[in-house]
Structure formats: structure tokens, C-alpha cells
T-cell receptor, first 111, second 115 residues
Framework: GDSVTQMEGPVTLSEEAFLTINCTYT??????LFWYVQYPGEGLQLLLK?????DKGSNKGFEATYRKETTSFHLEKGSVQVSDSAVYFC??????????FGQGTILTVHP | DSGVTQTPKHLITATGQRVTLRCSPR?????VYWYQQSLDQGLQFLIQ???????AKGNILERFSAQQFPDLHSELNLSSLELGDSALYFC??????????????FGQGTRLTVV
């Protein structure tokens, strides 16, 4: 079945530091790839997506590139803010929209 | 606001009881998904419905069942509850038809506490 391996957390950074959260996946067919973010006490929100190989998804300064050859979709941000503190989930989506989530990576950003 | 509505937001019940969680998808979305989030298991896919029919099944216990009604809202029924069923239950919806996968939109969740 589908599976996702995410970088172990928690990740603790200082404000303005560079962020990378690694994600590799296995999925049947040709998935779309998503990063979701969960702020404390809230549901999951779509952060960015990429629907085909070599596509780059971006939003709010975050980026991730769909690497089909390495089955990876690593999340990056050049300069994190305290408000980016949250849990980040990588998820391939297959036909009919089912998402398989990684275990989530907790990010804490200190001033 | 994602457009997905879940009720109730919180639920406290005793072991052995039965509860029903409700979800109204975004307008126009035909697919509804249920997920369970717990500290030890992470975010687990339970079940998907598409336009009233079961489409995919994940790690859903036999004590749990779901359905999607003609108006597309969905209910997740949890019975013979155990302490270990305490978790956050999310509903999500998407257009969900065949073809390239689209993103799912999540509700705020129902926090179930079994005592």
C-alpha cells in the first residue's frame, strides 16, 4: 500500500533560519503530492501541492518540488518565522483523492 | 474556513457507549473521508465515500461504520467504545472523482474522549 516517510522531529529552529523537512513516499499509480500544515488546536490546511513530476509547489514562502525519480517531495523555506510553528504533513494523493499521511513533523521556531 | 463542518466539536462518553460524528462536506464535493488522529498512531485513514458509495477502506475497526447520505453529508458511528478510541476524528472532502487527485479540505475535527 501507499506509505510516507517524513523527517523525524521535532525540529527546533531560530527565526530566519533555513528549513528543510524531508519526505519520501511510495504510492500506486501517479500520485499528486501535498503538504498540509496543522496549527495548534486546528484542522489540517493545505500548504502546497504539485500534480506532476518536476512541478514546484509554493505558498507563503514554502516550496517543494515533485521528484519522481527519487519519489521525494521535500519541503523548504528560506527564512522561518515564529508563526510557522506547527505540525507539517506530507501526503501523496491517489485516484479518487485518498491521502496517505506521514507521521508529521513538529516544527518549533524560537524568536 | 475550509467549508467542511463537523459536529460536535467535543464529545465525552463512557466505555461501551455508541456515538455518531457528523460531517457536512464543502459545497460541490462528492467525496468524504474520515481520519483518526492519535498521539501513538498519527493520522490514520479510516474510510472514504464517493457520492453515497464506499470507495476505499483503511484501518477502520469493525466496531466503526460510516455512511454518506443523499445530501452528501456523512456520519461516522463508533460503538462499544474503548479508552483507546479517544482521539481526534477528522472529516475531509474533495471533488474526489477519478483522474488526477485533487486536494482535500479538512474540518476542525471532533475530539472524542472515552472515560
Amino acid at each position: 500500500g501507499d506509505s510516507v516517510t517524513q523527517m523525524e522531529g521535532p525540529v527546533t529552529l531560530s527565526e530566519e533560519a533555513f528549513l528543510t523537512i524531508n519526505c519520501t513516499y511510495t504510492a500506486t499509480g501517479y500520485p499528486s503530492l501535498f503538504w498540509y500544515v496543522q496549527y495548534p488546536g486546528e484542522g489540517l490546511q493545505l500548504l502546497l501541492k504539485a500534480t506532476k513530476a518536476d512541478d514546484k509547489g509554493s505558498n507563503k514562502g514554502f516550496e517543494a518540488t515533485y521528484r519522481k525519480e527519487t519519489t521525494s517531495f521535500h519541503l523548504e523555506k528560506g527564512s522561518v518565522q515564529v508563526s510557522d510553528s506547527a505540525v507539517y504533513f506530507c501526503a501523496p494523493g491517489t485516484s479518487y483523492g485518498k491521502l496517505t499521511f506521514g507521521q508529521g513533523t513538529i516544527l518549533t521556531v524560537h524568536p | 474556513d475550509s467549508g467542511v463542518t463537523q459536529t460536535p466539536k467535543h464529545l465525552i462518553t463512557a466505555t461501551g457507549q455508541r456515538v455518531t460524528l457528523r460531517c457536512s462536506p464543502r459545497s460541490g464535493d462528492l467525496s468524504v473521508y474520515w481520519y483518526q488522529q492519535s498521539l501513538d498512531q498519527g493520522l490514520q485513514f479510516l474510510i472514504q465515500y464517493y457520492n453515497g458509495e464506499e470507495r476505499a477502506k483503511g484501518n477502520i475497526l469493525e466496531r466503526f461504520s460510516a455512511q454518506q447520505f443523499p445530501d452528501l453529508h456523512s456520519e461516522l458511528n463508533l460503538s462499544s467504545l474503548e479508552l483507546g478510541d479517544s482521539a481526534l476524528y477528522f472529516c475531509a472532502s474533495s471533488v474526489g472523482s477519478g483522474g488526477r487527485p485533487t486536494e482535500a479540505f479538512f474540518g476542525q475535527g471532533t475530539r472524542l474522549t472515552v472515560v
